[in-house]
């Protein structure tokens, strides 16, 4: 709170992804307290800006003005869903209206997608667009477009520990709890000898003595990069989670 402006931005967080973190931490937060007093104020004019910072196109960029891409879509609608599940917090149901536009642009079929129109669809901005795309329309479990994006996720990117990516992990753990049924746990549990992506996490996790004991270490992805040992801490915190703070195939999201 010390660090936020008067105009709802925050010190040191330099991009939209930056701010969108920093929205869905207060929102959360406010969520989880009710604390009127000391946080709808701050969530709110952190949410104001965000809404600010949409494009034209519908999505978000990496910076404000900038091409708006599916992962920084994605993490922007995590920060307005939290805000919206407060249910005091105003988010234009607009944001979100636009929001499916632009990923209707960036996806094949509503199921694979690539980070911006007429791009390569990649496993990283598939499961980030299918998490969007469950947030922007409410998409249920047996949404013919989140079959197809899971069975894409499920052929071409498994979670390997040779190959993390705590961002990917998070974000298709989501979606693959979402959706539910076999994938699912296939997905987390693993099969035929594969670890699935709850495994692959905790044996990742630093553990002996030492002051990195309990955390996960950077991983080589431009996430990783930006948000260094804490970043991806929290998201292999978020992604054992899952299953605890997000609505699974029996539930409708909210």
Not at 14 to 23: D, E, K, P, Y
Not at 81 to 88: Q, S
Not at 113 to 136: H, M, Q, S, V, Y
Request: hydrophobic share 35%; charged share 20%; glycine share 10%.
């Amino acid at each position: 709170l010390e660090q936020q402006r008067a105009n709802g931005t925050f010190q040191g967080a330099a991009s939209v992804r930056s701010h969108s973190l920093a929205t869905l931490a207060l929102c959360e937060l406010y969520g989880m307290t009710r604390d009127k007093k000391l946080l709808i104020a701050p969530a709110q004019k952190a949410v104001n800006h965000l809404v600010s910072a949409q494009g034209k196109d519908g999505g978000w960029g990496i910076q404000i003005k900038e091409a708006s891409t599916t992962t920084e879509t994605a993490w922007a609608l995590q920060a307005l869903h939290a805000a919206r599940l407060c249910g005091d917090l105003i988010v234009p149901d607009e944001s979100f209206r636009s929001a499916s536009k632009f990923l209707d642009s960036t996806s094949t079929e509503g199921a694979s997608f690539g980070e911006r129109n007429r791009e390569k669809p990649t496993p990283e901005a598939t499961a980030a667009g299918l998490l969007a795309r469950i947030i922007a329309d409410k998409c249920p479990a047996d949404d013919k477009r989140l079959a197809a994006g899971v069975e894409y996720l499920m052929k071409t990117r498994l979670p390997k520990a040779d190959q993390l990516d705590y961002s990917y992990h998070y974000n298709s753990s989501w979606v693959q709890f979402h959706r539910g049924g076999l994938d699912w746990h296939r997905w987390n549990m693993g099969q035929n000898g594969r670890k699935g992506v709850r495994d692959v996490t905790i044996e990742s996790q630093n553990s002996g003595p030492g002051g990195t004991s309990g955390s996960w270490d950077a991983d080589k992805t431009s996430l990783g990069t930006a948000t260094g040992r804490i970043g991806c801490t929290a998201l292999g915190i978020l992604t054992l989670q899952v299953y605890y703070r997000h609505a699974g195939s029996a539930e409708p999201l909210k």
